[in-house]
């Protein structure tokens, strides 16, 4: 529900945007004027500048048409969806996405495909789209909470014969919060027992209403064991894009989003990230929440070093001084200071942070123990 933007804020609060951004900013916190604010920090500008926030107007479902419309730059070019594929536990997901990458890898590519990999671009006539492979739906909600909401797609995977189970609830749910598109892929159509009209059924009663039925949300049958839809999942995909009309500016300084972090012997930390706008280049200053670092290696989706990443592609960037939680922002700096600078100031911001915290808990236990 906290859909709200940085200059947004700064309207409904009649404040210059500089203030707000300078606020964040001595907070370690880099934001734009498109960036989303997250509770956290709407409890800190509200407090900081004495007002009473009430969270009204929950984002109207189609309301992503205009957002995309809003980020447009003058200098921004089309750039790829970026997908992330929920449903229930076992409906298909990581087989859907190994599927997509395997019917779409070349042979002779084919080295790196087995291994597991956070994020991946594959071509669909002559056009890239981006997946995400989300562990969980706590990837999602964590990268909405943090502002970071990459996601230009929702796919709800649903096996068709096992149908609406209790986290394809919790997923719609998210889905329809976040206000993105949704297709469904009513997954294992090559199973006897699969019933994707119940399925329909099912999903029609929660909101989710196909539009061979006269609904607004495409279902696309599809077999992650066959192959069998993938194609059309993916033409849909194409589609939906190009009525969001997604853009970003690949001149621009990067920015882009942590989809999964780790420690690797050899490489020290490693972050896959996907970038947001702008180029993410060997050699950058970036700083990624408390982490910071030059940009020492990109490896690619094919486990191939290069040189650059443009908007909506991934990349496992290595060169940080520690690994970033994912879900975090990293951003190309002016400077390695600078990028030093934003680091520290972060550092502190998670220090007091955690203080507070302490306080509180410990200013109520002792409230208890009274
Ligand atoms: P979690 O990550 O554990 O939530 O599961 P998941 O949604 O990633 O499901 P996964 O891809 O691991 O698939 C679960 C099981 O269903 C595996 O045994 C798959 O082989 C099987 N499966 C997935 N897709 C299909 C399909 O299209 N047809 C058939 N017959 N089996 C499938
Ligand atoms: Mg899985």
Redesign the pocket.
């Known amino acids: 529900p906290e859909d709200i933007r940085v200059y947004e804020f700064a309207e409904k609060l009649k404040r210059p945007m500089s203030d707000i951004i300078k606020v964040l900013f001595d907070l370690g916190m880099m934001m734009t004027k498109n960036d989303f604010l997250g509770a956290d920090e709407i409890e800190i500008l509200s407090e900081e500048f004495g007002v009473e926030v009430t969270i009204i107007d929950p984002k109207d479902e189609f309301n992503y048409v205009e957002e995309a419309k809003a980020d447009e730059d003058p200098n921004a070019v089309e750039r790829p969806p970026v997908i992330t594929i929920m449903?229930?536990?076992?409906?298909?997901?990581?087989?859907?996405l190994d599927a997509i990458r395997n019917a779409k890898v070349t042979e002779g590519e084919a080295g790196g495909i087995t291994q597991h990999i956070g994020a991946y671009t594959v071509s669909q006539d002559g056009k890239d789209i981006t997946f995400i492979d989300t562990?969980?739906h706590a990837a999602f909600s964590n990268m909405r909470q943090r502002g970071t909401d990459i996601t230009d797609i929702v796919i709800i995977?649903v096996?068709a014969d096992d149908g609406v189970k209790p986290q394809t609830l919790e997923v719609i749910k998210l889905a329809k919060e976040s206000g993105k598109p949704i297709i469904v892929a009513l997954?294992?159509?090559?199973?006897e027992t699969a019933n994707p009209d119940l399925v329909k059924g099912q999903m029609a009663e929660h909101g989710i209403s196909p539009v061979d039925w006269g609904g607004d949300i495409e279902f696309v049958p599809?077999?992650?064991?066959?192959g069998m839809g993938i194609d059309d999942l993916l033409e849909n995909i194409l589609l939906t894009a190009e009525v969001l009309e997604l853009k970003a500016n690949p001149n621009a300084k990067a920015k882009a989003a942590v989809v999964e972090s780790s420690l690797e012997k050899g490489r020290g930390p490693v972050a896959t990230v996907i970038v947001q706008n702008g180029t993410l280049k060997i050699g950058d200053h970036v700083v990624c929440g408390a982490a910071y670092g030059r940009v020492k290696a990109l490896i690619n989706d094919m486990g191939k070093n290069i040189k650059s990443v443009a908007p909506s592609h991934t990349a496992v960037t290595v060169g940080l001084n520690e690994v970033p939680p994912a879900g975090e922002i990293l951003m190309a700096m002016d400077s390695d200071k600078e990028a030093k600078e934003y680091a520290l100031k972060r550092k502190e911001y998670e220090r007091n942070k955690e203080l507070s915290k302490s306080t509180k808990s410990s200013l109520e236990d002792m409230t208890a123990m009274i």
């Open positions: 449903g229930h536990v076992d409906h298909g997901k990581t087989s859907l562990p969980g995977v096996a997954n294992k159509m090559d199973k599809v077999s992650a064991k066959t």
